[in-house]
C-alpha cells in the first residue's frame, strides 16, 4: 500500500484543533461471504488507532469490524499550534500497520 | 465425557477470570494506557450487556443529556452511517460506541489523551434497526445516551 493510505486534515480555529481523517482498508467482519464460493471471507479490520500531537498522544482508539469500510475518523484536541504535527497510525488484526503525518494549519 | 465437561468450564472459567484480572489491572495502573491491549471479550461480546462488562468492567451506567449523539434519524446505507459524539462532561477518560442490533455491538472505544475534546466522529455499519449508544467513563463514573437509528438496508451482510 502507498504511503498515501491515510489522509489527515488538521485545522485550527479557536485554541481547538480539528483533525479529519480517512483510512483505507477493506473493514471486513468475518461474517460475509464470498457471493460466488460461500466460504466466509474472514475479518480483516483496524483494531488500533493512535492519535499524536507532535509526539503526545492525544487519543487512542480501539475498533471492532463494525467501522465503516475506508474508516473516517475526526477528533478535536485543545492546544496545538500551526506547523505543528499531527500523526495517525493503526495497527489492523492482521499486524498491518500505516502511519502519516499532517501539519496543523 | 464427564471430566472432559468439567475440564472445558474449568477452563472457560479460569480465562475468563484471566481476561478480567488483566482488564483491571491494567485499568489500575496506567487509566490511559499508551495502547492497550485490545479487549477482544469486549468485542466479540453478543450483547450491550457484556460488551460493557469487558471493556469496562461493569454495564451499569446512569443517562445523561451532557452526552449528544449526532446520527442519522433513518439510515438509507447501514453500511455506512455516520456518527458523531461530543460532551462537555468534564474529565472523559474514555468513549464507547455501540450499536444494539449489531452481532457484535462494539463498534468502537475512543481513550481520550491529555487535551483531548469529546469530540469524535465516525461511520459504522449497522446490520438493521437499533439504537446507537454512547457510553462514557469519566471521573470513575459512566454515563450513557442513546439515540434510534432506522436502517433500510443492512450493512452486515453479504
Known sequence: MAKSSIKIRAKLKGGVTTVKC???????????????TGNPIPAHFIQDVVAKHNDAEVM???WSGSVSKNPYLAFKFN???????VSISWTDNKGASESATAKIK | MNTDTKRRVFLKGSLAAGTVAVAAGAGLLAPQAVLAAWPEKAF???????????????????TSEQIKIKAPDIAENGAVV????????????TIALLSTANNAPLVALFNMGQGA????????????????VAVVKAGGKMLSNRKSVK???????G
Open chain 1, 79 to 85: 492546544g496545538g499550534a500551526s506547523g505543528d504535527s
Open chain 2, 82 to 93: 455516520p456518527v458523531t459524539i461530543t460532551s462537555d462532561i468534564a474529565g472523559i477518560e
Open chain 2, 44 to 62: 466479540t461480546a453478543k450483547s450491550s450487556e457484556d460488551a460493557l462488562s469487558g471493556a469496562f468492567g461493569s454495564a451499569a451506567s446512569e
Open chain 1, 60 to 62: 487512542n482508539a480501539q
Open chain 1, 22 to 36: 480517512l483510512m483505507n482498508h477493506p473493514m471486513e467482519t468475518g461474517l460475509r461471504k464470498d457471493k460466488k
Open chain 2, 151 to 157: 436502517v433500510t438496508i443492512g450493512g452486515c451482510g
Open chain 2, 117 to 132: 475534546a469529546a469530540d469524535v466522529s465516525t461511520r459504522i455499519k449497522m446490520g438493521k434497526t437499533g439504537d446507537v
